[in-house]
C-alpha cells in the first residue's frame, strides 16, 4: 500500500463517511494528491562540450546535437558530437595523466580526489537528481533517493580502498592496468558512470569514458565537480555521441581494458570487434530476470517486491524482475493485489515528488516497448493496464501486466526494458528453478519465501549474478553486481569490482 498520502484532499470534496468500498477504490478514486514539484534549479548550460584533459573543449567538427526531456519533448541543452579525432585526443591526454600523475601517485593520495568528488557530488545532490529526472524521464524521488546517493556511496566506497589496495588480493600485489575505456547507457546515466570510474580511478587506471546520446547531462556536470575537485588534467575525460563514438572509444588503441554496460546486442558487436586484440574487457549486459513467489512468502510484502522490481524506473533496469514466476495455489490473489497495486501507482510528471512512474526515456524505447506489448496480446496472454490520464506530452507508459504467460512468448524470453510484467506459474521447486534457468540471460533473480533453506537452495540453483531474498533491487557499494551467461562477465562493485581494474603482480 502507499504511504499515507502527505497532502490530500477528497476528490468528492464531500466529508461524508465511505462506507466499506471495495479496497481497491480506497486509495486510487476517493484520494487525490495535490501536485509537489521539485523547484530546485538544475543549473543546466545552453551547450555542453567535451571534457577533455580538465578543460570543456569543443569538438573538432564543431557539431553539436540535442539532449531533450523525454517528460515534454523540449530541448534541454545542446551536446557535442565527438569525432575520432577528438577521441583520439581524450585517449592522448589519458595516457599523459597515467604516465606522468595518476599512477605514480601513492594511493592515499588518491583517495583524497575520490572522498572530494563524494563530498562534492553530495553538496550538489538536488541539483544533481533535477538534472537526472530532467534528461531521463525517471521521478525525482528516485534520482534524488538512488541515484545521486548511491553515485556518492560508491566515491566514498572506493575511495575508502585506494589506500588499501594490498588487501584486494590477499598475498598478492596488484598494479593498475593503464588506461580504460567505457561506454554506459541512458537508464542510470549518472551512478553507472560512478560504477565505473570510480574503482577504476582508486585502482590508479585513467578513463575515457562516453555516456549515451539520450543522457549525457550529468556526466558532464560530474565533470564541474571533477574540475572542482582539482582532479589532474586528463585523469577522467567525457566524449559524447552515439554509438559511433562507442565504437571508437572501444576499438581505440590505447586502452588496456573496455568496460561496457548496454545491451547484449551491442556486447556481441564488440566482443567481436576485439576478439584476438590483449584488451582486457568487463560487459554488463541485458537481463530478464525471475521474481519467484512460492506459497509460504508474506504476499503483500512480495507485491511491494514485484511492484518495486518491474516499476522502478519504468522497468529501465537491466536487472528488473520482469518475470514473475508465481506458486500456483496462491497465483490468482498475486494477480489480483498486484492489480489493486497497479491501481493507486501515478504515472506522470517525473518532476512531482509524488510520482511513482515517469516518462520513458526515448521515443525509440517507447516503440520498443510498444511492439513487445503488442506481440505478447498477439500471442495469447491476457493484459491488464490501469486505465489512468496520461500527459498528453512526452512518452508515458501505462504499467502493464500479461497472465496466461508461457515461456514461449516473446514477453517471456526477451527483454522489454519497460513497465511490463509477465506472470507465469509453478507447481514445484525444481519447475521454478528450470523456468526461472530457462532464458539467455542471468543477471538477477528474487525469492519469496519463508523458509531458509529454501532461499539458499534456490540461491544456489539459480544462476543469476544476484539473488535478492525477501526483497528486490536492492544496492550497496560493497556488493559485487554482475552476470551469468549473455548477462555478461565481470563485476562492479566490491572487493571483486576492484580486481577488474588491476593486474596481479
Ligand atoms: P545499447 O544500445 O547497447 O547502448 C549502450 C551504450 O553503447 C550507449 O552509450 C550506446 O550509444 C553505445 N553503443 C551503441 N552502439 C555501440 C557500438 N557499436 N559500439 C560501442 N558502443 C555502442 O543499450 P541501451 O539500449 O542504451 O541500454 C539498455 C541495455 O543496457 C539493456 O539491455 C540493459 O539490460 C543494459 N544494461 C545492463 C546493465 C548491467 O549492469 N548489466 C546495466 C544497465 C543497463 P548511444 O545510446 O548513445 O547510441
Ligand atoms: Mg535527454
Known sequence: MP???????????????????????IFGDLWEYDPAPETADPKLKARYDLFIDGKFVAPKSGKYFDSINPANEQKLAEIALAGAADVDAAFQAARRAYDHVW????????????????????????????????????????????????????????????????????????????VVGQVIPWNFPLLMGAWKIAPA?????????????????????LAEIMQDAGLPPGVVNFVTGAGEVGAAVMGHAIPAKVAFTGSTEVGKIIMRSLAGSDKRMTMELGGKAANIVFDDAPLDQAVEGIVNGI??????????????????????????????????LRVGDPMDKNTDLGAINSREQFGKIRELVEAGVKEGAEMFQHPCRLPAKGFYFRPTLFSGVSMSHRIAREEIFGPVLSILTFRTVDEAIEKANNTAYGLSAGVWTDKGSRILKMSTELKAGVVWANTYNKFDPASPFGGYKESGFGREGGRQGLLDYCQLV
Open 311 to 344: 516499476f522502478f524506473n519504468q522497468g529501465h533496469v537491466c536487472c528488473a524482475g520482469s518475470r514473475l514466476l508465481v506458486h500456483e495455489s496462491v497465483a490468482e490473489r498475486v494477480l489480483a493485489k498486484l492489480k489493486n497495486r497497479l491501481r493507486v
Open 3 to 25: 504511504a499515507a498520502p502527505h497532502s490530500s484532499k477528497r476528490a468528492t470534496g464531500k466529508s461524508t463517511r465511505v462506507t466499506r468500498p471495495a479496497p481497491e477504490l
Open 103 to 178: 599512477s605514480r601517485m601513492p594511493g592515499r593520495e588518491r583517495a583524497k580526489y575520490l572522498f572530494r568528488i563524494a563530498r562534492l557530488l553530495q553538496d550538489r545532490a538536488r541539483e544533481f537528481a533535477v538534472a537526472e529526472t530532467l534528461d531521463g524521464g525517471k521521478p525525482i524521488k528516485e534520482s534524488r533517493d538512488f541515484d545521486v546517493p548511491m553515485a556518492a556511496a560508491h566515491f566514498f566506497y572506493h575511495a575508502g580502498w585506494a589506500d588499501k589496495l594490498d588487501y584486494v588480493a590477499p598475498g598478492r600485489r596488484v598494479a593498475p592496468l593503464g
Open 201 to 221: 580511478l582508486a585502482m590508479g587506471n585513467c578513463v575515457v569514458l562516453k555516456p549515451a546520446e539520450t543522457t549525457s547531462i550529468t556526466c558532464l556536470k
